[in-house]
């Protein structure tokens, strides 16, 4: 079969083989089957506003647009053209790779859908371009096991897979801006080996592993900047970067969030410079940072999302990491609420003072707090030893009113609230219940 077919319906085993140079194009069709070639590696299949009801596995360059598949496509041969497919459905059995080339991968504005991966391949050095999709109910989300040269991952929201993107060749060049990483439910939101490179607002969380793991040659720069990574099993951020003989490049971890994840904010390891300002780690549970010393310019503050529960990391109107003197915005998200559940009332802004909190305080417990002025504050939650239990917040804070919410590892029990303030300090006993 080959040349233009449109309009046709297809219920036996369509098995194309053509000869050098062919194209085989499907239009505004529906195949009962899958599409099996064994042609010459210059060949295309295109494929429009088709229904496919088995997978597409062949040696041919394949372009998809607008169309179903109720199965994989695999592109097994390094093809000048590789893959490419837009604005389409994939619907997978439960097993095997929804996508995969071993050459060129382009992949936009798709729905990927019940594979054991959703997106996968690579072998001879080429690239990765992956956009705008969304990667639903999978085991693995994207892994790419063999040679991209470049991943370029922009726009994708993954939710409820195994695991989010991961790569396991350490010489590929990664671009990862604005994906959205929720529910992993075995791994990591984003585990990288790469060689330099981009990771910008991101927002990665509910994840069982850590948010981000990048294991890093330091061939070239690695920017890790404005991401937002919360509530994940493991550490928010996780960097192993090592140097290499060629290298000339560093780590840089600047403006994100690592909010209330089980591990550090930020875990750095390796024998290259990793350069760490202007952070956000919060209610971290084995601290803000391993394997560096704190940074000056980094916060411990809570950002004070617009509507967490519900996945919603925007930063409300009050929040103190909107514009931190010498930072700027901190996070992948700008402001984007007004109010926020569970507010607590205005206080007039006249003087370094802690808000009302309900003494007994049950549920969910937010500590509001206010300053006249621009100033560098800490408020310490201690229990009856005087011990710290945790840092609600600290840093330097812009006049007006601000709240902090209280730490999930403080049960029930008696504790101490400590403001401390340019001038004096506020001490408040405080008893917690279940």
């Known amino acids: 079969m080959h040349g233009p077919d449109s309009g046709f319906h297809i219920t036996s085993p369509a098995f194309i083989y053509e000869g050098y140079c062919s194209e085989h194009l499907f239009e505004d069709c529906v195949l009962d089957s899958s599409i099996v070639t064994v042609g010459r590696e210059m060949d295309t299949i295109r494929l429009h506003r088709c229904q496919v009801h088995g997978s597409i596995g062949t040696r041919s360059s394949v ?16 093809t000048s053209g590789g893959l490419t497919i837009r604005n389409s459905i994939l619907s997978g059995p439960g097993g095997g790779v929804g996508l ?5 991968l382009t992949v936009t504005g798709c729905t990927i859908q019940g594979f054991a991966t959703g997106i996968g391949g690579g072998n001879d050095g080429d690239a990765a371009i992956i956009h705008d999709n969304t990667i639903e109910n999978c085991d693995k989300a994207m892994e790419f096991q063999a ?9 994708n929201t993954i939710r409820n897979c195994g695991s989010g993107i991961a790569n396991y060749y350490e010489d590929t060049w990664v671009d990862f801006r604005n994906n959205l990483i929720l529910g992993c439910f075995s791994g990591d939101g984003i585990a990288v080996q790469c060689s330099g490179g981009t990771l910008r607002n991101n927002v990665v969380g509910r994840c069982q592993g850590d948010g981000v793991q990048l294991d890093y040659l330091d061939g070239a720069s690695l920017d890790v900047g404005s991401n937002t990574s919360y509530w994940n099993g493991g550490s928010a951020y996780r960097v192993n970067a090592t140097h290499v003989y060629w290298g000339n490049g560093a780590a840089t971890v600047r403006n994100n969030i690592g909010f209330t994840n089980q591990g550090y904010g930020l875990e750095a390891s390796g024998d290259s410079p990793i350069v760490s300002s202007c952070n956000d780690w919060y209610a971290n549970g084995a601290g803000a940072v391993s394997g560096l010393p704190p940074s000056p310019d980094d916060e411990s503050v809570d950002p004070i999302f617009c509507d967490l529960p519900h996945d919603d990391v925007h930063l409300w109107l009050g929040s103190p990491l909107l514009s931190p003197p010498g930072c700027g915005l901190i996070g992948a998200e700008n402001f984007g609420c007004a109010v926020f559940t569970g507010a607590p009332p205005p206080l007039a802004v006249s003087t370094f003072a802690l808000g009302p909190v309900a003494n007994p305080a049950r ?17 310490l939650l201690l229990d009856v030893q005087g011990r710290t239990v945790a840092t609600l917040a600290r840093g330097t804070w812009p006049a007006g009113n601000h709240t902090a919410a209280w730490p999930s590892i403080a049960g029930p029990g008696v504790y101490f609230l400590r403001y401390r303030f340019p001038g004096g300090e506020s001490i408040r006993r405080v008893v917690k219940l279940s």
């Open 63 to 78: 372009e998809v647009d607008s169309s179903t598949v109720y199965g994989s496509v695999t592109v097994d041969a390094c």
């Open 100 to 104: 995969a080339a071993c050459s060129w």
């Open 147 to 155: 040679h991209f040269a470049s991943i370029e991952a922009i726009g």
């Open 363 to 379: 549920g969910a417990v937010r500590v509001a707090f206010q300053l006249p002025r621009e100033g560098r504050i800490e408020i």
